[in-house]
Structures are given as C-alpha cells and as structure tokens.
C-alpha cells in the first residue's frame, strides 16, 4: 500500500509573488497605520501644517487659503452653528454615533423621500480630511469609523472640534473658519455674528459647490434652520463650552 506524500509541491512563481505581494500590503498597512497613531499623538499638541484634503487639492493645481486660530479666538456662536449643524450628539458618543446610522439606515430601506442627515459625525468628518480622500467611497468610510474612535479617545472634546474647524474646507482652496471668515465677510472669526456664522455653517455639506458669498436660496434656508438649533445648543455642547 503505498503512502500519499502529505507536502505540498515547490511555491510555483505565482504563488510566490502572491505571498510576496499579501506581505508587502500587509506591511504597507500596519506602516500607514502606525504613522496615523503617531499623527494622531503629535497634533493633540502641535496643530496639522496640513491635511490630506489640502494635498490632494493641491494635486488639481487650487491654490490654498489655511489659518489657523485656537478655539479660544473662536466665538460661541460658530461652536454652536458647527455642532447644531454637523453633529448633535458630539458631547454624547465616542466618535461614531450610531443612532444616526440607525436612523440613515431606516430611511433608505423604508424609501423616504425626507431623509435625516448623514451619519458621519465630527471625528469621522475630522479623520476623512485630515488622513484619507475627499472622494466617497465604502472603503473611505470603513476606515473612517475605528479612525474616529481612536481621535475621540485620544483627544479632547475642545481639541477635536479645534482641529475640525480649523481643517475643513469651506470652499475650494479656503481652509479654515478664520480663511472662511476674511474670503465671505473681510472680518476675523472671533468678529463673526451668529447669522454669519450659520450662513458659513450652511456651506459646509458641499463647499465647492455652495458659497456664503452668493449664498443660494438653498443654503439661505439651511442658514435659517442652523441659526434656530443654535439657540437650543448650549445644553448639548458643554464639552466644548464648558472651559470659556
């Protein structure tokens, strides 16, 4: 009776450049990793020189408006416009808030024709422009939810939404409320009014298409709304407003 030899054959070139290729991405992976950890680390003290939207802007040959102000030369009124606007419960979750994604979810599978707002909160908004690409895709927003775990843990309420305001794009090449504030109204941020500032707010869901400058009837209306949350936000964003 003869025995079956139980190992396998030599590795066939392909296979080999298989193995090679899983290890390379492998690596390539855990190295993309460990350099996001240590980013995160260093701008919970040193503010980001720039961030992965301004880069792969830049890449489309705009040029780039980006001032950076601490939270503190930031008024109430744009903290309050930002959360009302972008994320209601950013006092209350940990980076993803899955309420929201339930709501999201619901809505699409019952097919209404009023949707609520996306699910993306400030950190993972706050992730997307500062380590991965402008352009949706599922893989960016996979990504994007253990990114904003690790922010919210590693940073603070206050240092969150400092970096986020001070990194997202409220128009094409216009980085920053403080470049936002002097581009719409020729006035530093800590000047802003609250209708000024709800105006600014309204853009953000589609700054390259929307402008404060010559705002549509569209953002005119979102403003309005922001401005009205604005007046309730107080109670829900103590994290942020409880140190001033």
Request: hydrophobic share 50%; aromatic share 10%.
């Amino acid at each position: 009776m003869t025995r079956r030899n139980s190992r396998a054959g030599p590795a066939t070139p392909v296979k080999r450049f298989a193995l090679s290729a899983a290890r390379m991405l492998v690596l390539g992976a855990a190295g993309v990793l460990a350099l996001v950890c240590f980013l995160v680390l260093v701008y919970s003290v040193v503010a980001p020189p720039a961030s992965a939207t301004m880069i792969w802007r830049s890449f489309e040959g705009r040029q780039m408006d980006y001032r950076w102000v601490p939270l503190e030369a930031i008024p109430e009124s744009v903290v309050f416009a930002v959360i009302s606007a972008e994320d209601a419960r950013f006092c209350k979750h940990n980076g993803v808030d899955w309420q929201a994604v339930e709501s999201v979810w619901t809505a699409v599978i019952q097919d209404q024709t009023d949707r609520p707002r996306g699910a993306s909160t400030i950190a993972m908004q706050t992730v997307k422009n500062l380590f991965l690409w402008p352009w949706r895709s599922y893989v960016r927003k996979v990504l994007e939810i253990p990114l904003a775990y690790v922010v919210d843990a590693v940073w603070s309420k206050r240092r969150l939404l400092e970096i986020y305001v001070n990194i997202a794009e409220w128009g094409p090449g216009i980085y920053g409320i403080e470049a936002a504030a002097w581009r719409t109204f020729g006035r530093p941020a800590r000047a802003l009014s609250a209708a000024q500032a709800a105006l600014l707010v309204a853009v953000l869901p589609n700054p390259i298409q929307r402008d404060a400058r010559r705002p549509s009837r569209t953002v005119r209306r979102k403003a309005r709304v922001i401005r009205q949350r604005m007046a309730g936000a107080r109670h829900y964003s103590a994290c942020v407003t409880r140190k001033r």
